[in-house]
């Protein structure tokens, strides 16, 4: 498909200068608020366990308290961090997010076939920093725009690409969810891909295992499983189908409630994702329908809203995009009580404003369904018109 190029809607020197703007505002804020970036300490204290042979699954880290939860394998590649003071850390993460995010708004830009200029690529990064999911991906240093990176940048390389697969599998060796779209290859009959990814996955799990055998045994038979020590599922920073029905039903330990909904949703979302017409519309189905089965899916892991404002507008869905741009700048979910466990005691009309991501992402495969069927539909009708006039052709 033949690439077009998007007319800049802003003078050539005014973007950089919003985009200069933009992230020295936010780093004045992290600077009066003395942001700690607490995952990247994590990330920090996880490198210096792999280094020196500490329990890296034993380690809390931050006056939260917060634990390792990554394979082992990213633990080898936080080693590096290490090596930098806190301050000069913390400076290299905020302007490498910088570099990620303009990443990410120019492979969303491909995902819908586009090239943007850079005074529009200025511009839409700039803009792109407030989303919630993302400010809040700056603000703890955390590496959802580099894994979402990697995984746009591998599934939008050219059919037959050399080694195709492999980043995806690489990916998932950071953080296990990416392995959900070696399900979508396969489903859409990328058969190669999807077992490249799978043995980029499984070589990041060997050489965690020849380098971290302990860790890697603790990981992959009992901490995967242990979602519970990630953090507290009903709280509104998860913005997962278990957060909304746990928050619903003011119950902790929502149970079959919101496991069997999980699993009709999975097999909703992955099977129209596998039938879908559009690449683009399959990788978003698939990315929300993995951020909606997930246990727990932080409001900061949704980064992928910059893609989906990126499809809609190429669709020309300019008000969906503006509601849904808005969904994700009002940070509606910080606004209702949410300290000590008030987020088990909100009224029915605060629900939607605390999980605001989750019920977006309900209405993705149902507007997906509806396209498709009119698709199927549309497609009848020419079919029926087609087989009527060769009929009245066939009669003279």
């Given at each position: 498909?033949?690439?077009?190029?998007?007319?800049?809607?802003?003078?050539?020197?005014?973007?950089?200068l919003?985009?200069?703007?933009?992230?020295?505002?936010f780093?004045?804020?992290?600077?009066?608020?003395?942001?700690?970036?607490?995952d990247l300490?994590?990330?920090?204290?996880?490198?210096?366990?792999?280094?020196r042979?500490g329990?890296?699954?034993?380690?809390t880290?931050?006056?939260w308290?917060?634990?390792?939860t990554?394979?082992?394998?990213?633990?080898?590649?936080?080693?590096?961090?290490?090596w930098?003071?806190?301050?000069?850390?913390?400076a290299?993460?905020?302007?490498?997010?910088?570099?990620l995010?303009?990443?990410?708004?120019?492979?969303?830009?491909?995902?819908?076939?586009?090239?943007?200029?850079?005074s529009?690529?200025c511009?839409?990064?700039?803009?792109a920093l407030?989303?919630?999911?993302?400010?809040?991906?700056?603000?703890?240093?955390?590496?959802?725009?580099?894994?979402?990176?990697?995984?746009?940048?591998d599934?939008?390389?050219?059919p037959?690409?050399?080694a195709k697969?492999?980043v995806?599998?690489?990916?998932?060796?950071?953080?296990?969810t990416?392995?959900?779209?070696?399900?979508?290859l396969?489903?859409?009959?990328r058969?190669?891909?999807?077992?490249?990814a799978?043995t980029?996955?499984?070589?990041?799990?060997?050489?965690?295992?020849?380098?971290?055998?302990?860790?890697?045994?603790d990981?992959?038979?009992?901490?995967?499983?242990e979602?519970?020590?990630?953090?507290k599922?009903?709280?509104?920073?998860?913005?997962?189908?278990?957060?909304?029905?746990?928050r619903?039903?003011h119950?902790?330990?929502?149970?079959?409630?919101?496991?069997?909904?999980?699993?009709?949703?999975a097999?909703?979302?992955?099977?129209?994702?596998?039938?879908?017409r559009?690449?683009?519309?399959?990788?978003?189905?698939?990315?929300f329908?993995?951020?909606?089965?997930?246990p727990?899916?932080?409001?900061?892991?949704?980064?992928?809203?910059v893609?989906?404002?990126?499809?809609?507008?190429a669709?020309?869905?300019?008000?969906?995009?503006?509601?849904?741009?808005?969904?994700?700048?009002?940070?509606?979910?910080?606004?209702?009580?949410?300290?000590?466990?008030?987020?088990l005691?909100?009224?029915?009309?605060?629900q939607?404003l605390?999980?605001?991501?989750?019920?977006?992402?309900l209405l993705?495969?149902?507007?997906c369904g509806?396209m498709?069927?009119?698709?199927n539909?549309s497609n009848?009708?020419?079919?029926k018109?087609t087989c009527?006039?060769?009929?009245?052709?066939?009669?003279?």
């Amino acid at each position: 498909m033949r690439k077009r190029t998007v007319t800049p809607p802003f003078p050539a020197l005014l973007a950089p200068l919003l985009l200069t703007v933009s992230l020295c505002s936010f780093a004045a804020l992290c600077v009066l608020h003395r942001a700690p970036m607490a995952d990247l300490l994590v990330y920090r204290a996880e490198g210096a366990a792999a280094l020196r042979g500490g329990d890296l699954y034993g380690l809390t880290v931050t006056r939260w308290r917060l634990p390792a939860t990554y394979p082992p394998f990213a633990a080898l590649l936080f080693v590096p961090a290490g090596w930098l003071p806190v301050p000069a850390l913390k400076a290299a993460v905020l302007a490498g997010n910088a570099l990620l995010l303009a990443g990410l708004v120019a492979l969303s830009a491909r995902l819908v076939a586009r090239r943007l200029p850079p005074s529009l690529l200025c511009t839409a990064t700039a803009l792109a920093l407030w989303l919630e999911p993302v400010f809040q991906t700056f603000l703890f240093g955390q590496v959802n725009l580099a894994v979402t990176c990697l995984v746009l940048w591998d599934l939008l390389r050219p059919p037959g690409a050399r080694a195709k697969g492999l980043v995806l599998g690489l990916a998932a060796g950071v953080k296990v969810t990416p392995a959900v779209f070696v399900l979508l290859l396969f489903l859409r009959g990328r058969k190669r891909e999807a077992a490249t990814a799978l043995t980029g996955f499984a070589a990041t799990a060997l050489l965690g295992f020849l380098l971290l055998p302990a860790a890697s045994t603790d990981f992959w038979t009992r901490r995967l499983y242990e979602t519970g020590r990630v953090g507290k599922a009903w709280i509104v920073d998860n913005q997962s189908l278990q957060g909304l029905v746990a928050r619903a039903l003011h119950d902790p330990v929502p149970g079959p409630a919101w496991v069997l909904p999980a699993a009709a949703v999975a097999v909703a979302g992955v099977g129209l994702a596998a039938r879908a017409r559009r690449d683009s519309h399959a990788v978003l189905l698939t990315a929300f329908t993995a951020l909606l089965v997930c246990p727990i899916s932080w409001s900061h892991h949704w980064v992928w809203c910059v893609p989906l404002l990126a499809v809609l507008l190429a669709e020309g869905r300019v008000r969906t995009a503006a509601l849904v741009g808005l969904v994700f700048t009002a940070r509606t979910m910080w606004l209702v009580p949410h300290s000590g466990a008030q987020d088990l005691q909100l009224a029915w009309w605060q629900q939607p404003l605390a999980s605001p991501y989750a019920i977006l992402a309900l209405l993705l495969p149902v507007a997906c369904g509806t396209m498709i069927s009119r698709q199927n539909h549309s497609n009848e009708q020419t079919g029926k018109t087609t087989c009527s006039r060769s009929f009245r052709s066939a009669r003279r």
